[in-house]
């Protein structure tokens, strides 16, 4: 549990006790412990959202990192297929010279 998550535990239960004495407390006080116990539970939603939304760029960034080691990998076959390809075309034209002088 990080270290916001256990301040907000804290403030919401801090907010709680109080409200047990929110029988003595006017309306303009109940009004203000009820904007800070909303406020503290749209926080947690968007910690919550915002550590969803970060698994999912840590999950695209592996996908992505997986990726560049594919097309990594089909850059260097495809240099040994063109290296491949001159030496076969070198050879060929070796054996048509070899041909048209005898």
Same mark, same amino acid.
């Given at each position: ?7 907000? &535990? ?9 409200? &047990?004495?929110?029988? /003595?407390?006017?309306?303009?006080? @109940? %009004? ?7 406020? &503290? ?19 695209? !960034? $592996?996908? !992505? %990192?997986?990726?560049?080691? @594919?097309? %990594? ?13 001159? !030496?076969?075309?070198?050879?060929? /034209? @070796?054996?048509?010279? $070899?041909?048209?002088?005898?």
């Amino acid at each position: 549990m990080g270290k916001w998550q256990m301040m907000l &535990g804290g403030a919401a239960l801090s907010v709680l006790v109080l409200s &047990g004495c929110s029988a /003595q407390l006017s309306a303009t006080d @109940r %009004e203000m412990l009820d904007q800070a116990l909303q406020s &503290g539970q749209m926080a947690a939603d968007y910690a919550q959202k915002a550590q969803a939304s970060a698994g999912l760029a840590s999950d695209a !960034a $592996m996908r !992505a %990192e997986d990726a560049a080691q @594919r097309a %990594e990998a089909a850059a260097g076959q495809a240099e040994q297929s063109a290296a491949d390809a001159q !030496a076969s075309a070198e050879k060929a /034209q @070796r054996a048509f010279e $070899m041909c048209q002088q005898k």
